[in-house]
């Protein structure tokens, strides 16, 4: 805001620079006047000059104004400009902003529906995968019932210690399939290899028998029982087993020695409703929870 006082500060220097030369041409003029003579020409004369002066420095005041306020309007009219050029880019920026966003939000809502579809579809085929794993078992599950009958009319009540050359070697593992836990023990293949593996109590009682050989991956033959829990926990934690395990060579029933290979796998089922295996934990559900006095049979 300008001060009242700043005009009249500023008009003090002008009026002291003009006044004098008012005085100076006024004072030529008077000399013309009085005096015809040489004085009066030189009075006028510089009463002339002062008044050509003047004209001429209130002529370029105006110039010099006339172009300040074109330059200050040109300044003016480019910041406008330049002030509207930075809003139509913002506002070009945010309608792109926006536009990113309905891109990504539609995007997500179409992941979210692929994903719920994938997820459908997972629960669709555990659900079909369970049903069969659960076929599967009950048809393992009649086969050693028909398997340990036909059994039990061959075996007396207590097998007859054999030497220990006699005896059949196997490798064994463990594989977890739910809550159902695997024996899987594996011998050379040559023409006194078995055909048969059954898992008999202290009474002599057959608690476990497998199903029909088949041939590993590395060429060896592998058979799958399912034994008591309380075995699969001894054999798991090293400790001597209250049960024996026979093979059945050429009709006749024979020792079995076992050789840990360390392996401990369970199966697993994806999104995508494969089955597959992985290794298990050392600590898994299964291993160490085994509990004296329950029975079931595989294969």
Sequence with gaps: MRLPGAGLGSALPELRHTV?????????????AIDRGPAGWLGGGAAAGIAACAIYVWSARRSLLRS????????????????????????????????????????????????????????????????????????????????????????????????????????????LDGPRARLELQTAANSGSPTRVRVMDRDGQIVA???????????????QLEPPLDLIADLDEGREIDY????????????VRLKDTGRRTRSVVDVEGRLSRVPAAPDAPGLTDATHGQRSALN
Excluded: C
């Excluded at 030369?21 to 004072?27: E, I, K």
């Excluded at 050029?85 to 992941?111: M, N, P």
């Design 20 to 32: 004098p030369l008012a005085f100076a041409a006024l004072a030529g003029l008077l000399l013309i």
């Design 244 to 255: 024996a395990i026979e093979a059945l060579v050429d009709d006749e029933w024979k020792p």
């Design 68 to 175: 300040a306020h074109e330059a200050h309007a040109r300044e003016l009219q480019e910041l406008a400009e330049d002030a509207d050029s930075r809003v139509e880019l913002v506002v070009k920026q945010f309608e792109w902003a926006v536009g990113d966003v309905a891109k990504l939000r539609h995007e997500l809502e179409r992941a979210e529906a692929t994903v719920r579809t994938l997820t459908e579809r997972g629960r669709e085929r555990e659900h079909r995968s369970e049903q069969l794993v659960r076929q599967i078992s009950r048809l393992r599950e009649r086969l050693a019932e028909i398997a340990m009958a036909a059994s039990l009319t061959q075996s007396g009540r207590e097998s007859p210690s054999r030497p220990l050359f006699e005896a059949i070697y196997f490798t064994w593992g463990i594989h």
């Design 209 to 223: 028998v497998s199903g029909m050989a088949v041939v590993s991956l590395d060429g060896n033959l592998e058979f």
